[in-house]
């Protein structure tokens, strides 16, 4: 009765990794309990997840070619794209979220358009600007550009409302850290990059202050919700932003601390159900509203559960 937080399955977003074909269901070695699915077998899940109370799923893309642009982002007929024409059909009830980038597009595996061996931020918007252009016009209910260019979300916003998409919403990853719980992530949507590393447009992990300044700046440019990610390694700056702010503010348990937990919980040295539970409840707790997590339809079915 005086329990002073509280989850709840709708607060939860399934990320799910989609590619072409048919009948796949292709296991992702580090993730324990995650695959790379067809957009047949990805309907199995995101139903699953529905029936389980889960709010929303992510859709990640794996195109069958990559080039230097990453254009099959913005193919219409791409993986995710038709997914979310199936979603939309089948789950109506189901929030379809999309990840918009261009790391798992490209053959360098880089989040932008590259000039020697330096992304080019503002080459780099209009073809983000496409990409979430071709999500809305599938029927993605939210874009959710992860890409940390400075600028995109004024260019995507302005890209979505002049094809008429003025009720697609924004959630930008507007402080999205270079982590190294990122690792199992790049394998399951195979974007490691193929030369240096993320740093020089992801955020120091050792800064805060300027969290507040890239959340504030995707604020003024149009965003719906504002993303802090990866979650539990960053608490403080999920309660920071949700303060100053106090807007609705999704948190992404990622790929990393998933795996952490699965992997004790395999060896017998944690209760991973315990574990799981515990550690959304301490993001619920900092202040995120939303929690994009891997455990989702497993966490909602503990909560069916009253445990």
């Known amino acids: 009765m005086v329990r002073e ?30 695959f790379q699915t067809s957009v047949d077998e990805l309907l199995i899940d995101a139903r699953m997840a529905a029936d389980a109370g889960v709010g929303g799923v992510m859709l990640f893309g794996i195109p069958d070619h990559k080039d230097a642009i990453g254009s099959g982002a913005w193919d219409d007929a791409g993986p995710v794209q038709e997914a979310i024409r199936m979603l939309v059909r089948e789950l109506p009830d189901l929030v379809v979220m999309t990840d918009v980038c261009l790391c798992e597009y490209t053959d360098h595996g880089h989040c932008g358009v590259i000039k020697g061996e330096t992304v080019d931020n503002d080459a780099t918007l209009e073809l983000l600007a496409r990409e979430a252009v071709s999500h809305a016009r599938a029927g993605a209910h939210v874009v959710a550009p992860s ?31 270079a982590s190294a719980f990122y690792g199992p992530f790049r394998e399951a949507a195979e974007s490691a990059p193929q030369f240096g590393d993320r740093r020089a447009y992801q955020m120091d992990p050792a800064n805060a202050e300027e969290a507040l300044r890239e959340v504030q700046l995707d604020i003024e440019e149009g965003a719906d919700m504002i993303m802090v990610k990866p979650a539990g390694p960053y608490l403080d700056i999920v309660a920071r932003v949700k303060a100053a702010t106090g807007y609705p503010l999704a948190a992404y348990q990622v790929s990393g601390e998933f795996a952490m937990i699965q992997a004790a919980a395999e060896r017998g040295w944690i209760d991973g159900e315990r574990a799981m539970m515990e550690s959304l409840l301490g993001i619920r707790r900092a202040g995120a509203d939303v929690i994009i997590t891997y455990f989702a339809t497993e966490a909602a079915r503990v909560l069916r559960r009253g445990r």
């Open 5 to 34: 937080t509280r989850l709840d399955p709708a607060s939860f977003v399934l990320p799910l990794f989609v590619r072409s074909g048919a009948g796949l269901r292709q296991p992702i070695g580090s993730m324990p309990g995650c």
């Open 147 to 177: 890409d940390m260019m400075d600028g995109r979300v004024g260019v995507i916003r302005a890209a979505l409302d002049a094809e008429g998409f003025h009720e697609t919403s924004i959630l930008s990853y507007s402080a999205k850290y």
